[in-house]
C-alpha cells in the first residue's frame, strides 16, 4: 500500500469519526492527514511526512479549532433540562433540602428536584436551574 493512500484512509477514518464523536477535533486530523497526503504524493521522506503530520495536527487543533467554534458561537449540545428553565412544575413529592429529595411533575414527566426550601407536595415552583438531570426550583411567592 503507498503512503498516499494510507495517509488518505487515515484522513476518511478521522472525518468518519468527527461525524460520530461530537468532539469537534478530528476535522483537524483529516486536514493534516491531507497535507501528509500531499507531502506523499510529491514523494517526501516518510519521516518528514510524519513530523508534519503530526506538527499540522498540533497547529490546526490549537489555532484553528479555537476560531472556529468562536466563529459558530456555539454552546454545545443543550441538555435535556435546558429547555425547563423557567417552566413551572407541580411538587408530587416533598422537596426537603436537607436531605435534597423531592419530586416535581412539568411537561408531562416526573423530575427528581431541589430547593433552597421546604415545598409540600402539591405546590407550585419554578425551575431555575438544573444539576445534572435534577431540576432546581423555587417555590412561587403567594
Known sequence: MSLVALWVIVALVAGILEVVVPA???LFVTLAALVAAVLALLAISGAVQVVVFAA????FLLVLR??????????GVPSRTDVLQGKLAEVTEPIDPVRGSGRVFVDGH???AR???????????????????????SPLEP
Open 24 to 26: 469537534f477535533g478530528f
Open 56 to 59: 499540522a495536527a498540533l497547529v
Open 66 to 75: 479555537p476560531l472556529f467554534v468562536h466563529r459558530l458561537k456555539s454552546t
Open 110 to 112: 416526573d423530575w427528581a
Open 115 to 137: 430547593a433552597a426550601v421546604a415545598v409540600a407536595p402539591g405546590a407550585r415552583v419554578k425551575i431555575v436551574g438544573a444539576d445534572g438531570i435534577v431540576l432546581l426550583v
